[in-house]
């Protein structure tokens, strides 16, 4: 009878450990592909600010880079599934998708109030980037088919919720109790903004004729205008129109609901990541003995 290599309690990989890294981890060349559509999404959000073209030229929506954002997703999909999303983790995987879902067609963003996010952060915390990433990408496309909510602006959407996935699996690992929670609610501030802002970005260049109450001038985007003199134009347009409302509200939903639910929710993920991660690691060990 062969002896059975036994799971140590303090090993490193074990999940939920100071120190501990993702509970899927991502590979090298799944890192790289989730880092080069990263910056490819990035330039399809930031373009028109880099055009050299005549100044007052009419820019038209990118309908190609439109048609190129969902493929580049899906070989993100594809290149981070192969790296390690087994039964256990893609069932896991579903059940956040759905409850995203769920939670956004009860709460479809009126006036800023959304629960979609929290469950992207803390899902990514335990899970790692790749799953994170995957998440952010799941939960829009299947919100948006709940919520008839399918659009030109869904990868987008989906590209950005991704990436608020993907960040909260890359922050520190050793932070436990109070000092994690502090941390992912900083965080959930920050992405809340930044989500708001780069989808801002995402529609703001094809907008005419930009005029808020209260601010004189126009801030509009103006094609071959320096990138600082367009910058400026698109932060006081941003500020004006949903930072001080929309974006501040997503953050204020995101910190409660992660102070409120986040440690009974981070137990039970990373409950689920120990039984996943045991599970194959004894197979393992079966099958090679």
Known sequence: M?????????????????GRAAAVPLGRRSGLVLALASVAGLMMLVWPLLLRVPEGT????????????????????????????DARVLAVLGVLSAVNALARAISPGIAGVELVFFLLVLGGRVFGPGFGFVLGCTSLFASALVTAGVGPWLPYQMLVAAWVGMFAGLLPRRPRG????????????????????????????????????????????????PVLENL???????LLTSTGGWDTLRAVTNSAAIVLLGPSILAVLRRAARRATVTGVVAGVRDGS
């Open 178 to 225: 109070r000092g994690e929670i502090a941390m992912l609610v900083v965080y959930g501030i920050v992405a809340a903004y930044l989500f708001g802002a780069l989808m801002n970005l995402s529609g703001w260049p094809f907008i005419l004729g930009v005029a808020v109450p209260g601010h004189e001038g126009d801030l509009s985007y103006v094609a071959g205008a």
């Open 58 to 85: 009419r820019v038209d929506p990118p309908f190609l880079f439109l048609a190129l954002l969902p493929i580049v997703v899906a070989v993100v999909l594809a290149e981070v599934s192969e790296g390690g999303l």
């Open 2 to 18: 062969s002896a059975r290599a036994p799971v140590r309690p303090d090993r490193p990989d074990r999940p939920g450990r100071p």
């Open 232 to 238: 400026q134009r698109f932060g006081v347009y941003t």
